[in-house]
């Protein structure tokens, strides 16, 4: 039955919406592709699973990323970094205007 889902139509609006230029051959291999494909999740669909138990993390593991706290040694002070910018104004860096007027 899934085999008959997939047509020319379908590849055409697929092609359409991706924006797509097929040719003749290359829209019929993509029929029996398409078709070959969702006949691979029929027969996934197929298997028993009925006593596997549902997992929605496979690693067991929690907490596994660092704490997201400032490094101190890597922070610059306020006044190292206006000594670097190539011009100030009333204590802030002047910048060119990104917007005219």
Known sequence: MTNQIITLDI??????????GLSDS???????????????F?????????DVPASDDATGLTNITRPDLPQAARLASVKQLMDR?????????????????
């Open 11 to 20: 590849i055409d609006d697929i092609a359409r919406l991706a924006r797509l």
């Open 26 to 40: 290359q829209r019929s291999q993509l029929v029996t592709t398409l078709r070959d494909v969702l006949s691979h």
């Open 42 to 50: 029929t027969n996934i669909q197929d298997i028993n699973t009925k």
């Open 85 to 101: 910018v190539p011009e100030t104004k009333d204590d802030h860096i002047k910048v060119k205007a990104v917007f005219s007027s």
